[in-house]
C-alpha cells in the first residue's frame, strides 16, 4: 500500500497540517515503540510540539468541561440494550440512546431513546441513511483487502 496524503476527517477540529501530523505519528512510533493516547499527550508537553496547541492549549476550565463531556459522551454512547428485533429472531444489542437530528428542520443533534428513534419514520430513516454513510466508509478503511472482496460484492448485491 502507498500512502498518498493525509487528510482529518469531515468536521475535525484539529488545527495542524495532517502530512505534519501523519511524519509525526510515524516519528512516535519510531521512537517511542507505540502510538497511544498516553504517549501523545506526553510528547506533545513541549510549547514547540506540533500537537501541543490542541492538546494543551486549552485553559484548566475549558479542560475540565471538555474532560465532562467526554465523560458524559461515554455513558450515552456506551449503554446498549438487548432488543429482539422481530419474533424468532436472535435478540441484538443496540445503541440504548443513539445520538440523531431532532428533525431535518433543527439539525441540532441529541440522544434519544431507542425505541422512540424506531418507531419515528423520520429518525429511522436517519439512521439508515447514516448507516449507509458509515458502511461507505467502511469501504474506504477496508476496501483495499482482497480479504474481504467478497463482503463488498454481497454489500453491493443488496444495494442499500
Known sequence: MIVESYIWRPGSRVRVDPAMAGKELKRIRESRGKITTDVVVK??????????????????????????????????????????????EPPVEVPAFPNVKESEANKERQCLPIEEVYSNGELRNQMIAEFKVRLANLRKIYGGLKELAEVWEAVDRVAL
Do not use: C, K, Q
Open 43 to 88: 510528547e506533545a508537553i513541549p510549547e514547540s510540539h506540533i500537537f501541543h496547541l490542541h492538546i494543551w492549549g486549552a485553559s484548566p476550565e475549558e479542560a475540565e468541561a471538555e474532560y465532562r463531556r467526554t465523560r458524559a459522551a461515554e455513558i450515552m454512547r456506551g449503554l446498549f440494550v438487548i432488543v429482539r428485533p422481530i419474533d424468532n
